[in-house]
């Protein structure tokens, strides 16, 4: 019995990422194929293995407008829901997630005040927005204590902080002119679609190795949850481990923050949902939350290009419109 | 016999509150050493110390001669495995899962384990009993299950000391003694020293080879359990009345506690009754 | 040496190749600082805003038009053509599957983001950033150059400036400059600035914007605008009917400000005023009309 689950460990890992990966790249290819100006997958499909008219205008469409907002899509979706993995783990509390704490509300401020300030989304609004989380994260660290991090009085100052970031949202939204307020309020509800191929390469770059430094750590996430003192005992240095994985994730949440806007539920939903599939081993958990979690988002960005018939509603809608019920429904079953 | 614990000079105040005051002593090879004493005598926190997860701001604290300062955490956790006095209710893991976390400090740089290590494992779990409950989660055992699982799991560590706070405080008779003799076993047949916090004095004197009496972060008495538990030291550290005979199983003292109700026993101590509060 | 050649050689490949793919082009400088190419007499253009639309169908050039903005609504023929969204937040793809030779944006209007990715994508944008009459009028010449309708730019400019010069010389005979308190929002009270079109057109039409400063759209309390006493509130609304009668009720019940007194509360589409096209002549008369009814 023993043998069987735990030698696995490797296998099951693999077979899980390769099934999630395909389903990633299947989402991807309905996200590539899909668009304001019709569907049409076998000339998407064309295009895509190099064939085909690389001038024509559903070449550019393809290449150039829905391809870097399906990775961008995935990439943020990756980094949410890892983000909101760690989180858990670390504060060992199911609610725990980068935006519920406050640290996607204090990137937003960095965020909406580069915008505000005109620079341009990596780079420019991407540093203060990590400068507002890494505030943040230091005021909530700070808050709930100096030696220890007690989880409970965490989560509490996090949520604190998160009221107070949401009420100077609403400050600079109040004073700001009308012709950039509709691209602050569209950015505050999610929005994937100012993404362009230059500025998700480098997001990639930024998020990539993040995520491996992650999964590194993926052992003693697993330690964690048994307590601070027992992994502590157990040869975890606790410090080190939440002080990295806490900054790499307020890195990952920010950089992508500055560019999708605020995402709520997809940090939440899709680890626990993975977690009431695949069990608590963060070394499985971690690379299914990239996976899944970029497909999720995909899929709901999909969605939000394709219901409207009139331009298009803000990814993050459909993202809690989807997540929240689904969200209930877990909770609901896995009370029983 | 050699020191694997040496303490020298711990001190360690929170705020105003001094926790430790002044502690020395060592424990040697293979011993069964028992920590006693009153409650907030600071018997948890020289536990902590000792395995790290607090620093004294005074003295220092040897390990096989080492200083603990020199040891990184995964390092220590070769030498001490813990088994706390709670641990968390809400355990995600199986009990198989759980014991095989024990050998993450002899694991390398992704923490992949090896056939040798499910052997370890497995060992460790058959040795506590644990093996029929291995698919079970953690947070579906009993008291007693949940206790045997955390010793499997430091057993697996294949610690040189293995540090109990109040392993035996939740459980029934039959499953106290099963945990005491499992640790006498573990001394016996592997040479791991025994470190114990323990509020039950007839199971410690039984059991230890040495016991240390600490009350208010300061040693009152290290030695003997028949040295220890003497009349006089026991009833001054506790505050309350006690009878003290012998142990009819071995040549250890034996103590009781003397209730309100029941003073007549003690009549002759009338003096004290009038003068002692009662905690 | 050598490397420096290989690149002059591309270089003047790469022009050919494009000058041969787009007909005759050539690169002009638009109204924000950009070198644009633009193809001669583009046949597919793609208006990113409402004003635009209105100057290029004011040009008789409207058949060019392949795609507008869901905002674009006069004249009525601009409901048959192609939606590309909002001018905040444009389909790009919508737009690339149009083929544009080019698309003309407005500074003020469009997001420099949308500018920035359409020109990535290899399509020429040409932006527009009239600020006042006069550079309406140098928009709606530039524009006719674009679209090779100079003369009809011509033509439509020379009426415009007639127009205004009418309205200039008639105000100057009026003996009075009245307060004015120009809303364009009801909750909050938003007024106009002095950076505004809507403050030149009043000043223009001889009254006194009450909200002058430099805050371009400056928000007002109730009690501040009974203060300033305005002797005609004029509300810009794009709905009309109910909300303007309940937001002139209100008003109404401060008896202290002349403009209630004089019954000179008045509501105006306001496509006419804050949109910068060749109609702002005709907002400016209409103002007229309101600030000094004597001089009809």
Same mark, same amino acid.
């Given at each position: 019995m023993m043998d069987k689950t735990k030698l696995s460990v490797v296998k099951r890992t693999l077979a899980v990422s390769l099934f999630l990966a395909i389903l990633l790249l299947s989402v991807c290819f309905l996200g590539l194929s899909t668009g304001s100006t019709g569907q049409n997958i076998r000339e998407v499909f064309t295009i895509l293995s190099g064939?085909?008219?690389?001038? $024509?205008a559903m070449s550019t469409i393809v290449w150039q407008i829905r391809f870097p907002r399906v990775i961008l899509a995935a990439l943020v979706g990756a980094t949410l829901s890892l983000g909101g993995l760690v989180f858990q783990a670390l504060l060992?509390?199911?609610?725990?997630?980068p935006y519920i704490l406050g640290i996607s509300g204090g990137s937003a401020i960095g965020a909406i005040i580069g915008i505000l300030l005109g620079?341009?989304?990596?780079s420019g609004v991407a540093l203060l927005a990590f400068g507002g989380s890494m505030l943040t994260l230091a005021i909530i660290l700070s808050l709930s204590s100096k $030696?220890?991090?007690k989880k409970d009085s965490m989560i509490l100052s996090g949520v604190m902080v998160n009221a107070f970031c949401s009420s100077i949202i609403m400050f600079l939204i109040s004073i700001t002119r009308e012709s950039e307020l509709h691209t602050i309020v569209f950015w505050l509800m999610?929005?994937?679609?100012?993404?362009?191929a230059h500025q998700t390469l480098r997001l990639s770059f930024a998020l990539i190795p993040c995520f491996i430094v992650i999964f590194i750590f993926a052992k003693p996430l697993n330690l964690l949850l048994m307590g601070e003192e027992m992994a502590s005992s157990m040869g975890v240095n606790v410090r080190l481990v939440s002080v990295v994985t806490l900054t790499v994730t307020s890195f990952m949440i920010s950089a992508t923050v500055s560019h999708s806007g605020l995402l709520g539920f997809v940090g939440l939903v899709i680890p626990h949902l993975l977690r009431i599939i695949l069990g608590p081993d963060h070394r499985l958990l971690i690379p299914s939350c990239i996976l899944g979690g970029g497909a999720y988002l995909v899929l709901c960005d999909l969605m939000a290009r394709f219901i409207p018939s009139q331009g298009e509603i803000p990814v993050g809608v459909v993202t809690a419109m989807i997540g929240a019920p689904l969200f209930i429904y877990l909770m609901q079953r896995s009370k029983r | 016999m050699s020191h694997v614990l040496d303490l020298k000079h711990l001190c360690l105040t929170y705020g105003q509150r001094?926790?430790?005051?002044?502690i020395s002593f060592s424990v040697h090879e293979r011993e069964f050493f028992i920590v006693i004493g009153p409650n907030a005598s600071g018997k948890t926190t020289l536990v902590k110390t000792i395995s790290g997860v607090v620093k004294p701001q005074k003295g220092a604290i040897k390990i096989l001669g080492q200083?603990?300062?020199? /040891?990184s955490r995964k390092k220590l956790a070769r030498y001490i495995a813990v088994v706390p006095q709670t641990a968390p209710g809400?355990?995600? /893991?199986?009990v198989a899962e759980v014991v095989l976390l024990g050998r993450f400090p002899h694991l390398? /740089?992704?923490?992949l384990e090896s056939a040798n290590d499910l052997e370890i494992a497995e060992q460790a779990m058959s040795f506590t009993n644990v093996t029929h409950l291995?698919?079970?989660?953690?947070?579906?055992?009993s008291g007693g299950e949940r206790q045997r699982v955390l010793i499997a799991r430091a057993i697996c560590q294949k610690p040189k000391i293995i540090v109990l706070d109040e392993?035996?405080?939740?459980?029934?008779l039959s499953h106290q003694i099963h945990i005491m003799d499992l640790m006498e076993q573990l001394r016996c047949d592997e040479g791991i020293t025994v470190v114990m916090v323990s509020h039950d004095l007839n199971l410690a004197a039984m059991y230890a080879d040495r016991m240390l009496l600490m009350k208010n972060g300061s040693i009152v008495k290290l030695g003997h359990p028949s040295e220890v538990m003497s009349f006089e030291i026991l009833e001054k550290t506790y505050e309350c009345v006690l009878l003290v005979d012998e142990n009819p199983l071995k040549k250890v003292p034996r103590v009781i506690q003397a209730p309100r109700k029941l003073r007549y026993v003690s009549a002759l101590k009338n003096d004290l009754f009038a003068s002692q509060p009662e905690k | 040496m050598k490397p420096n050649k290989i690149i002059y050689l591309f270089l003047t490949l790469f022009l050919i190749l494009t000058l041969e793919m787009n007909g005759f082009a050539s690169v002009l400088v638009d109204q924000s600082g950009r070198e644009v190419l633009i193809p001669d007499s583009p046949a597919s253009v793609v208006s990113l805003a409402p004003s635009i639309t209105e100057i290029i169908f004011a040009l008789h050039e409207?058949?060019?038009?392949k795609g507008v903005t869901q905002?674009?609504?006069? @004249? =009525?023929?601009? #409901? +048959?053509l192609p939606r590309i969204g +909002?001018?905040?937040? =444009?389909?790009i793809e919508k737009i690339v599957a149009l083929k544009p030779d080019l698309c003309i944006a407005t500074k003020d209007g469009n997001p420099q983001e949308v500018v920035d990715r359409l020109s990535a994508l290899n399509i020429s944008v040409y932006v527009v950033n009239p600020r006042n009459l006069n550079t309406v009028m140098e928009t709606i010449l530039e524009i006719g150059s674009l679209l090779n309708a100079d003369e009809k730019a011509r033509l439509l400019t020379k009426e415009m400036r007639s127009r205004i010069d009418k309205v200039k010389l008639s105000v100057s005979r009026a003996s009075s400059r009245p307060g004015v308190f120009f809303q364009i929002g009801t909750t909050p009270i938003v007024s106009v600035g002095t950076n505004t079109f809507i403050h030149e057109l009043i000043t223009t039409a001889?009254?006194?914007?009450?909200?002058?400063?430099? +805050? #371009?759209?400056p928000r007002f309390s109730r009690e501040q605008v009974i203060t300033l006493k305005p002797d005609v509130i004029i509300i810009s609304s794009m709905t009309r009917g109910e909300v303007f009668e309940k937001v002139k009720a209100e008003w109404n &019940?401060?008896?202290?400000m002349p403009a209630v007194v004089n019954k000179r509360i008045f509501i105006v589409d306001s496509n006419i005023l804050d949109? @910068?096209? +060749? &109609?702002l002549v005709e907002g400016l008369e209409m103002l007229v009309g309101f600030i000094h009814p004597e001089l009809k």
């Open positions: 064939y085909g008219d690389q001038n $024509s060992r509390n199911p609610l725990a997630e620079l341009s989304r990596f $030696s220890a991090m999610g929005d994937l679609s100012t993404s362009d | 001094s926790v430790l005051n002044d200083s603990l300062s020199r /040891f809400d355990i995600p /893991f199986s390398g /740089f992704m923490g291995s698919t079970r989660r953690m947070d579906q055992l392993p035996t405080a939740a459980l029934d | 409207g058949s060019r038009l905002h674009c609504d006069f @004249p =009525p023929a601009v #409901k +048959s +909002s001018y905040v937040q =444009p389909d001889g009254g006194r914007n009450l909200a002058e400063g430099n +805050s #371009k759209y &019940r401060w008896g202290s949109r @910068p096209t +060749s &109609r």
